[in-house]
């Protein structure tokens, strides 16, 4: 029974159907406890927290991953546990106390560290580098980012460095330093085109616009400009009527 309803969460999850979906993961979830399947209810629970994460259920989410890590200490899986602490960790991060998240990141990295589990390291100096943001950190910050890049480039995630240098340009943009700004957004421009992710392009060349604004360099604006347009109409992104409207102040009078 607990593998139908699994599937039947799956099915939801496809869909976007969150709701269904926890409905469906709970109910897995009770008939791996009844039956006894600790491995099953592992990933049940695992799935579970996911969802919950996306419903913005963080209780429920922590309650699930919590539950989970007990079950992955038994059996003693390190790239389990290392993946739910840093499911755990994520969950404190977007929340009002994010410096909450960096124990059980830097427990993960330590783990990850031994496992050399490479994409996952480069995920998890990724997330460590924004927090250092957050806390105005902007050296650790730097490192974290660097260590981020060179994890993705061992293991030739190109998702992993189009994600990383655009949050790097991000944060330098936030900071006032247009040359690393500038040169971040390009290389996360560079990562989308062949990865052939134009929205993600786009909302790239969205702060590129405003490296070139800053420094008044007016035509590269607008160029960075109409390119986001032409994605936002050809995928109907709901930025359209706000970047057509920046590009119109911009023009000369």
């Given amino acids: 029974m607990a593998d139908d309803h699994k599937h039947r969460a799956r099915i ?3 869909r976007g159907d969150l709701l269904h979906a926890r409905e469906a993961w709970e109910v897995a979830a009770d008939d791996d406890r009844r039956s006894g399947n600790r491995r099953g209810l592992s990933d049940s629970l695992g799935n579970l927290g996911n969802t919950c994460a996306l419903l913005n259920d963080l209780t429920r989410a922590e309650e699930c991953y919590r539950e989970v890590l007990v079950i992955q200490r038994e059996e003693r899986d390190a790239h389990a546990i290392a993946h739910t602490l840093v499911n755990l960790g994520n969950l404190h991060a977007g ?3 994010p410096e909450k998240s960096r124990p059980y ?3 993960a990295l330590d783990m990850l560290v031994e496992l050399n589990d490479h994409r996952a390291l480069g995920i998890l100096y990724n997330n460590l580098a924004l927090q250092d943001a957050r806390e105005q950190q902007w050296d650790q910050a730097d490192a974290s980012f660097h260590l981020a890049l060179d994890q993705h480039r061992i293991v030739g995630n190109e ?3 189009a994600v990383t240098y655009s949050q790097m340009g991000k944060t330098y943009l936030q900071r006032g330093e247009l040359t690393g700004a500038e ?3 390009n290389n996360a421009s560079e990562h989308y085109v062949r990865l ?6 786009a909302a790239v060349v969205r702060l590129l616009a405003s490296v070139y604004e800053q ?3 007016l035509v ?3 160029r960075c400009l109409e390119r986001v347009i032409s994605i936002d109409r050809r995928y109907h992104l709901p930025d359209e009527a706000n970047d057509v409207r920046r590009l119109m102040q911009l023009k000369p009078s």
């Fill in 12 to 14: 939801f999850l496809h």
């Fill in 95 to 97: 929340t009002e106390h």
């Fill in 105 to 107: 990141y830097l427990e």
């Fill in 159 to 161: 998702e992993g460095l």
């Fill in 183 to 185: 040169r971040c957004l």
């Fill in 196 to 201: 052939g992710h134009e929205p993600a392009e």
């Fill in 215 to 217: 420094r008044g360099d």
């Fill in 220 to 222: 590269s604006a607008r």
